[in-house]
């Protein structure tokens, strides 16, 4: 499964890298196309998880042992996506440095502005705020296009979720994980990562809150 959803990744990190170009040159229409290649890709990743679910766990641990240190969270494809998509939190720079130097393709994607950057840099040269985009008439590109970035954080999110209830049910709850990991557990601590937090924000807004 996880020689499955690296060629999955290396393809993502394939329309990320098309979709960073796109937003640079002020490219909307063509960011929106690259967003919906990017989600289909992502659904593609999470329904692939179905197939673990049918997994008993007596069976898993038969084979276990096998995988020695190995985690989906030394992914080094993984972690270059969560970069590129524009994850900095602490949490995540410390789980990087854990595992020793950061690998290049990784320090490629840090090194780079993020999606939410390229975005809102993107609505300053068209002169529009991005509350704009949420009143008038009609919607416009970039109201599609903000609503496509988040669309990917769900469908991120929606992965991240359906990881850990996959991991709860064949490991349980309080297992370590193979990479050294508090399992499930750790899992937990990533759902509620952002990508796009201004996006997100700019929600409160039209229901007269703004902290």
């Known amino acids: ?29 063509f ?21 673990l679910e049918t997994l008993p766990p007596q069976h898993f641990a038969e084979f276990r042992r ?22 900095r939190e602490p949490h995540f720079m410390h789980v990087l440095a854990e595992h020793g ?16 950057e390229l975005f809102l840099a993107l609505l300053r040269t068209r002169g529009v705020e991005l509350e704009a985009l949420y009143v008038g008439e009609r919607p416009t590109t970039l109201f599609f296009l903000a609503e496509a970035l988040l ?14 209830q996959l991991v709860e049910r064949v490991l349980g709850p309080l297992t370590g994980g ?13 759902i509620d990562q952002k990508f796009f937090p201004e996006l997100w924000a700019v929600r409160r807004k039209f229901f007269g809150t703004h902290g």
């Open 1 to 29: 499964m996880h020689q499955a959803s690296e060629l999955w990744f290396k393809e993502i990190l394939h329309e990320l890298d098309a979709l960073i170009d796109v937003l640079s040159r002020g490219e909307a229409e």
């Open 151 to 164: 669309e990917y954080e769900q469908q991120f999110g929606l992965w991240r979720f359906h990881h850990v």
């Open 31 to 51: 960011a929106l196309f690259r967003m919906g290649r990017i989600n289909a890709l992502m659904r593609i990743v999470s329904a692939q998880l179905s197939a």
């Open 66 to 87: 096998y995988l020695g240190s190995s985690s989906g969270s030394q992914s080094v494809q993984f972690r270059a996506i969560e970069a590129a998509s524009g994850l």
């Open 101 to 116: 130097d950061i690998p290049p393709l990784v320090q490629r994607a840090l090194g780079r502005p993020t999606l939410q």
């Open 178 to 190: 193979t990479g050294g990991t508090l399992g499930a557990k750790y899992l937990a601590r990533t």
